[in-house]
């Protein structure tokens, strides 16, 4: 959608109203709605309910008010409650990190979307079917971005995206990248979707938090977004699509390729990627018996206890060897 559309169809048909004996601000309003902020669009037509009367719904502004409008509002103060936790976070000097999982890719010489510039007349031979290589795999991409500092750990996995590949690559992040920069964090903020392997239901994913919290000493707030809302997510759009725009054009031949073209990714805010590669074999299908589960300090929030919930370490922890898988 054009900016002169926001401008003639929409924003100054907004600015000719008067509500409560004040004028919308016409600059604003432009600036906020070509942001794509929609957080804070729906919260602005929440407040002002007749800009979304029927005489206002010009075709162009179709997609965005119904995206809008159909943000519940139960959503939008999750969304507000995560903010206010980050804020919090990061005022009083405790690391704030988002993780998720890219899209899997496929190794080997295959079609991979976008352009590159090449000589003349010597493109790259690709497969014209993506059908899985046994002998190359698959890459798992797993993302801890630091909020605060910009910075972000990529483990690439062979195996499973499973919840043990997930925390096994927030502690490798905390040890390499984190603690040096967080000498005396004593709490950790981790915001994550509700889907895969970080999701809020899965067993394992708790159990794994808490043997972090174990082994780190800090207690640990985890926040999951609502279903539906993942692309607020700060790593899908302050990494992912960068990643996604470095490599674009490039066929992913090998593991060794695909590491270093995320450890390449920069952006003109100083984005800096480290990124490893993760051999592990991470089994599915592990189950966690209620013994295990027993062990799990977790203290839902107030608010959304589903979604929000902190574990605390266990001071005096017990070696449990068995694990049913």
Known sequence: MKAGQYQFSFAFSCCALSLRGQTIDQTAFIDLVKSSKYLEVSAFLHSHPRLVTESLLFPEMHPLLLAIRNVDRKMIKVLLYINRLVREFQGNGQPVISVDTKKKELVGDFKNAGKQWRPKQTPNLVRVHDFLIPEKGKAIPYGVYDLTRNAEWVSVGIDHDTASFAVRTILRWWRKMGQPVYPGARQLLITADTGGSNGPRVRLWGWEIQRLADRTGMSITVCHFPPGTSKWSKIEHRLFSYISTNWRGQPLISLAVI????ASTRTVAGLRVRAELDKRRYPPGREIPEQLMSTVKLQPHGFH???????????TRKIIRSVIF
């Open 305 to 315: 206890g589903d979604w929000n919930y902190t574990i605390q370490p266990n001071r």
């Open 259 to 262: 590491v270093s073209l995320i």
